[in-house]
T-cell receptor, first 113, second 113 residues
Framework: GDSVTQMEGPVTLSEEAFLTINCTYT??????LFWYVQYPGEGLQLLLK?????DKGSNKGFEATYRKETTSFHLEKGSVQVSDSAVYFC????????????FGTGTSLTVIP | GAVVSQHPSRVICKSGTSVKIECRSL??????MFWYRQFPKQSLMLMAT?????????EQGVEKDKFLINHASLTLSTLTVTSAHPEDSSFYIC?????????FGSGTRLTVV
């Protein structure tokens, strides 16, 4: 079945450090891939997405490339800020399974000044 | 566009009572809504798929008599946690599919004391 494996946290970085959160997936069809962010006390917000292989999603300095050959969708940001502290979820949605979402376990990021 | 409103955002209830959580699509019609549950430090797990005008589809292991779902209109789905117990304390979040993709509500933090 479909699944998402996400790098475990928590991750603690200093401000302006480079961020990578690894995400790999297993899917029966051709999924769309997503990164969601959950700020403290809030719900999920879509951060970025990619709907087909080699697409790059980007938003707020974050980016992730849909790599079909490695079944990966790693999240990166060149210079993190304190305001990026949140929990990040990798997810996929597969038409073959009725577009149900499958989420990774989430990675907690804390950025310290 | 594509806003999902979820209420309440936080609720504290006594053990044995029931709690209703509402999920509304404000500017679109949602024939299908999804209910997720998030345990501390874990990912979102799909509980059930709510279909307008018909019975909800529950994921394996989810008690349908405990988590009652009603989707009586194209803009409203409700989740009622019946006879709540402390182990039901969790973060519940809904989502709805629309032409932009999937939009999530802001979530409900349920605490059963």
């Amino acid at each position: 079945g479909d699944s998402v494996t996400q790098m475990e946290g928590p991750v603690t970085l200093s401000e302006e450090a480079f961020l990578t959160i690894n995400c790999t997936y297993t899917a029966t069809g051709y999924p769309s891939l997503f990164w969601y962010v959950q700020y403290p006390g809030e719900g999920l917000q879509l951060l970025l997405k990619a709907t087909k292989a080699d697409d790059k999603g980007s938003n707020k300095g974050f980016e992730a490339t849909y790599r079909k050959e490695t079944t990966s969708f790693h999240l990166e940001k060149g210079s993190v800020q304190v305001s990026d502290s949140a929990v990040y979820f990798c997810a996929l949605s597969d038409q073959g399974t009725g577009n149900q979402f499958y989420f990774g376990t989430g990675t907690s990021l804390t950025v310290i000044p | 566009g594509a806003v999902v409103s979820q209420h309440p955002s936080r609720v504290i209830c006594k053990s044995g009572t029931s709690v209703k959580i509402e999920c509304r699509s404000l500017d679109f019609q949602a024939t299908t809504m999804f209910w997720y549950r998030q345990f501390p430090k874990q990912s979102l797990m799909l509980m059930a798929t709510s279909n307008e005008g018909s019975k909800a589809t529950y994921e394996q292991g989810v008690e349908k008599d405990k988590f009652l779902i009603n989707h009586a209109s194209l803009t409203l789905s409700t989740l009622t946690v019946t006879s709540a117990h402390p182990e039901d304390s969790s973060f519940y979040i809904c989502s709805a599919r629309n032409s932009y993709g999937y939009t999530f509500g802001s979530g409900t933090r349920l605490t059963v004391v």
